[in-house]
């Protein structure tokens, strides 16, 4: 029930489409089905008869290459439309699956392992994505073509027409069912082991300088080894199942191609030739009618990753953000006043980190937040932009509590410069735009001037169009720093959150950013927490958080 809910879920929107590449799905088989049966017969009768007069050899000829035709024509706008669908509802679901991983909060996201979310929005709606053409379409398509080739050609030879569609079932629908009941937990253990591959390598990839410096790429390998082997041996078991299982469908179509000669010898037996070219054209037709079913082993196959991609991409959606903008939200309000009435908060299962906290920020104000790891620094600034909500007390931004107020817009009150606030893989262009999509040319230079950065963009061959690499792999930390303060200057944000946005940088030149930050923050409201050393002349106040709680 879970890969039908899945599945449905998935192609809304779309079922038109889908609708469209199985009709072109069904015509193009007919098409085949019919050009194999006419030149079956057209051959046979023409053996028959020789060159009698009274045969017209023109028609059938003609209508051969008219099927011809129309085989052609209609398997390309099959594969058009199929194809073209499936990246639609590519698209479609990665973008909804992307938004719920943006919609979960910093806690939920701390469930999951690197690389596990990279995982569901690409290899597991990868599986998704192929269930529809290698399984879905050709199951439909199947039933259809047996039901209607037995109706059709039943006018002719009954029993000829059922056992052929009988058998094309059994190939169909029977043979698949069991290679999925049989291949289910292989397939499930493949897909798992696919994500655990794709995570180790994320997190090696991430942790590559520690596991240099600290000397442990023999486990690192070791792991990825394990790993891999694993998810060797479930692929290959998976394969041999479907080997099996394409086999068994290759002896039901010969079956079927038996059967039809064998019945067919009878009308031969009773010297009734007039039905001998009827009886080769459903022969040939056979062959064609079980090319059809040709794909659902492999869709049967990887039934059990169908059925784990389900699952986990479903998990998503079934796990309902924490943090999300109340229904009927409150304007946001002019005032950028910012108060903490007797908060309270404590991670699950660990001690209180604030406890009845109270804390006045009045908008213009910078403020410095000093304290040891732990004392709660980054979480008074996650408290602020509503990343997390206080087990109890209030967060008041303008008198009014965070909790009534959209998240997108505080979020454009609101913006915060980190030491992990990333560089995007692009140019200094599509970086800046971030911050304002609409931001014009002078814009760019004006916030750049203001973040110091504009002297060395300047010295690039592409000026805003410089490719910055992964990660700004190709600026140093201070100028990935100053990169992200520029793009907070292009924010309308009247409140600027800095979590430890000096550290990994030299004295001077954390020196030099904290001055550049005052300077460019003009009247807007700061709050900096760091454990590095600050100018004492460009901060209002200084708020030192104690070990266990503040107070």
């Known amino acids: 029930m879970r890969i039908i809910e899945t599945l449905l879920a998935y192609a809304r929107g779309h ?3 889908l609708l469209a590449a199985l009709v072109l799905a069904v015509l193009s088989a007919w098409a085949g089905i019919g050009l194999f049966a006419v030149a079956g017969w057209f051959l046979s009768k023409t053996f028959i008869v020789g060159a ?23 398997r390309y706008a099959e594969r058009i439309s199929g194809h073209t669908t499936t990246l639609n509802l590519l698209a479609s679901l990665r973008t909804r699956v992307f938004a719920r991983i943006l919609a979960l909060s910093p806690r939920q996201l701390a469930r999951y392992r690197d690389g596990e979310l990279v995982a569901r929005l690409t290899s597991d709606i990868d599986v998704l994505d192929q269930s529809f053409l290698t399984l879905a379409i050709p199951a439909l398509s199947s039933g259809i073509c047996a039901i209607s080739f037995a109706y059709v050609a039943g006018h002719w030879m009954p029993t000829l027409a059922w056992t052929t569609a009988a058998c094309l079932l059994v190939c169909a629908w029977l043979i698949p069912a ?7 937990r292989q397939a499930a253990t493949a897909q798992i082991g696919e994500g655990q591959v794709r995570s180790l390598v994320q997190a090696a990839t991430n942790a590559h300088t520690d596991i240099v410096a600290f000397g442990t790429q023999p ?4 792991a990825f080894v394990q790993a891999a082997r694993a998810l060797a041996a479930a692929q290959r078991r998976q394969a041999n199942v479907g080997a099996l299982g394409q086999g068994l469908q290759d002896v039901g179509m010969g079956a079927a191609i038996v059967l039809a000669l064998w019945i067919g010898l009878d009308g031969l037996h009773a ?12 022969v040939l037709a056979t062959i064609s009618l079980f090319e059809v079913a040709s794909p659902l082993m492999q869709g049967a196959s990887r039934l059990g990753a169908i059925a784990e991609a389900a699952r986990r991409v479903q998990a998503l959606f079934h796990d309902e953000p924490s943090i999300s903008s109340p229904p009927h939200p409150l304007a946001l309000p002019e005032s950028s006043d910012i108060v903490l009435q007797a908060v309270q908060l404590a991670y699950p299962g660990g001690p209180l980190i604030f406890d009845a906290f109270d804390l006045a920020l009045p908008e213009g104000t910078r403020t410095a937040i000093v304290g040891p790891s732990g004392a709660g620094k980054s979480t008074l600034l996650a408290l602020l932009l509503r990343l997390i909500d206080p087990l109890d007390g209030r967060v008041l931004l303008g008198g009014i509590d965070l909790r009534q107020l959209d998240l997108e817009q505080l979020h454009r009150r609101i913006a915060i410069l980190s030491q992990d606030s990333p560089v995007f893989m692009g140019t200094i262009r599509e970086n800046l735009q971030i911050g304002a999509a609409e931001a014009s040319e002078a814009q ?6 203001q973040a110091h950065l504009a002297d060395f963009v300047r010295g690039l061959d592409d000026g805003l169009d410089a490719w910055v690499g992964e990660s700004g792999r190709t600026l140093s930390a201070g100028q990935a720093r100053r990169l992200c ?14 979590d430890e946005p000096t550290a990994g940088l030299d004295m001077t030149t954390a020196q030099a950013l904290l001055h550049d930050l005052a300077d460019a923050a003009g009247t807007r409201t700061v709050l900096l927490a760091t454990h590095d050393r600050f100018p004492d002349e460009i901060f209002d106040m200084v708020l030192s958080l104690g070990g266990k709680d503040a107070t």
């Open 15 to 17: 079922y038109l489409q």
């Open 52 to 74: 009698s007069i009274a045969f017209d050899l023109f028609s059938p000829s003609a209508l051969v290459r008219g099927l011809s035709f129309l085989r052609i024509s209609l």
């Open 178 to 184: 069991w290679l999925a009941y049989a291949v289910h």
């Open 219 to 222: 486990h690192v390998q070791q």
């Open 271 to 282: 010297h009734r030739l007039d039905s001998a070219p009827v009886w080769v054209g459903i």
């Open 444 to 449: 760019m230079w004006h916030v750049l001037e």
């Open 485 to 498: 303060l520029a793009r907070i200057l292009l924010t309308s944000a009247r409140v600027w959150l800095l």
